[in-house]
């Protein structure tokens, strides 16, 4: 019996193995500062990283997420800040040989009408087609696991009177496989995209003195969307603290908020 399930695992990954070897090889976010009327041109990498060809396909969608992790995708032109209608793609469809690397390019025509500063966004979808047609008769499960990815194209219209502003929606301490980790989650309320790195500073609530300083990686935030920032602090032994958290973009705006933390033993 043993045997056969490590049997079953191994075909799992033996099958989804098959469609997970289309790689990006210069980004998921590509970021332009536009002016009315002007022409960008802008491409995307991809490799095949597979022993067999590959078939891909590649088409728009707009996109939003929010702090509880959940990410909505959209049909074009789906919203006032969406700059799908904008951006051509030169194809569809291609198909790579084994181990072949290939460029997709895009144009981006900004309209002469647009007056509303910040950023305007949309994704490019890539995503392997599956050119296996399952026999239905055939005894056996058939797994088909397609790795598909969504490169942000973010124009920046009038910059310089755009900014970001960061707001603070809820502050909480979970565990997280065997960690301590407070989740920050944090909306964009302002125009303009940004990538806050968030920092918390905590200290002794009797005697003031500072107990450590700790940091998330930096995440970009479209405007009108919200991310959760995840710092640990594991190392943070139980007692009641006060903190300060904040949240710097790469402008150095600065937003703090004050707050009062918990650390409970396990």
């Known amino acids: 019996m043993i045997k056969r399930i490590l049997l079953f695992l191994a075909l799992i990954f033996q099958f989804a193995s098959l469609h997970a070897g289309i790689v990006i090889l210069n980004g998921l976010t590509h970021n332009y500062k536009v002016e009315n009327g002007q022409v960008y041109k802008g491409k995307i990498a991809i490799e095949n990283t597979k022993n067999s060809p590959q078939s891909v396909k590649i088409f728009l969608q707009d996109f939003s997420y929010n702090a509880e992790g959940s990410i909505f995708y959209s049909k074009t032109d789906s919203h006032k800040k969406s700059n799908s209608a904008w951006i051509k793609l030169n194809t569809n469809l291609v198909t790579l040989k084994a181990k072949e690397k290939t460029e997709i390019f895009y144009e981006i025509t900004v309209p002469k009408t647009v007056v509303k500063e910040g950023s305007y966004w949309s994704v490019v979808i890539v995503e392997p087609v599956d050119d296996i047609k399952p026999n239905d008769n055939r005894d056996g499960v058939n797994i088909s696991s397609i790795v598909r990815y969504a490169i942000q194209i973010i124009t920046d219209f009038d910059a310089e009177k755009a900014k970001p502003e960061l707001k603070f929606e809820s502050v909480k301490i979970e565990k997280e496989e065997g960690r301590k980790v407070v989740k920050i989650a944090i909306a964009n309320t302002g125009n303009l995209y ?19 300083s700790f940091s998330s990686p930096a995440m970009g935030l479209l405007p009108s969307n919200s991310k959760s920032f995840h710092i640990d602090i594991s190392k943070v032994p139980p007692d009641k603290y006060n903190a300060v958290i904040i949240a710097t973009d790469e402008e150095e705006n600065a937003f703090a908020l004050n707050v009062e933390l918990e650390v409970k033993n396990d």
């Open 194 to 212: 940004c990538k806050p790195t968030t920092k918390l500073e905590i200290y002794n609530r009797k005697t003031g003195d500072k107990i450590g």
